[in-house]
């Protein structure tokens, strides 16, 4: 330690005496060295803040599919009742339905769910219906999310040859997800 800090006693001692002073006193009464988490609870706070933000920038560029989803808002009958064609993820099948009942039921396939067979039956309802843009995908609990994802592919995405004969470029852009029960297969 070094020695202290000589001054004149008409004037205040300079801060750092002081501080000298009062460390050699609390040297002397035996303190303990202590860590002066102040600082590193500041640095944590901003931490915690840019997390929180830069997580919610993250999940916003996830969005890549505008899903619609049920809710409570009423809405105004139109003049044509819409087709509100639905297709059923179940194990072994995909069934595809409209509001009077099953269209078709599409058994799977050895490699999985037929989004082959799918995709045409989709594209024959789009050319039935060409003014309906929403579909309903009813997802039972055992389908793995990854066929989802690929039915709802199917249901968004029209295949290259049907665009060619006049077809948009998405069969079903709005898309709405819901529970199916196994047991939903006609």
Do not use: W
């Amino acid at each position: 330690m070094s020695s202290p800090v000589a001054f004149d006693e008409d004037e205040a001692p300079p801060r750092k005496a002081r501080r000298t002073r009062r460390l050699e006193r609390h040297l002397k009464r035996g303190g303990n060295e202590e860590l002066n988490i102040v600082s590193m609870i500041d640095v944590f706070a901003v931490l915690v803040f840019f997390l929180l933000v830069s997580s919610s920038i993250a999940a916003a560029r996830l969005n890549v599919l505008s899903l619609n989803l049920p809710s409570n808002d009423t809405v105004s009958v139109p003049e044509k009742p819409p087709l509100q064609l639905t297709v059923s993820l179940i194990p072994g099948a995909l069934v595809v339905s409209d509001r009077n009942g099953a269209i078709r039921k599409l058994d799977n396939t050895p490699a999985g769910y037929n989004i082959q067979a799918l995709s045409e039956v989709l594209v024959e309802t789009k050319k039935a219906a060409p003014s309906e843009n929403s579909i309903t995908l009813l997802v039972a609990p055992d389908v793995p999310y990854d066929d989802v994802v690929k039915v709802m592919d199917a249901a968004r995405l029209t295949p290259a040859e049907a665009r060619s004969l006049g077809l948009p470029r998405e069969l079903y852009p709005l898309i709405s997800l819901g529970d199916a029960k196994p047991e939903a297969a006609p």
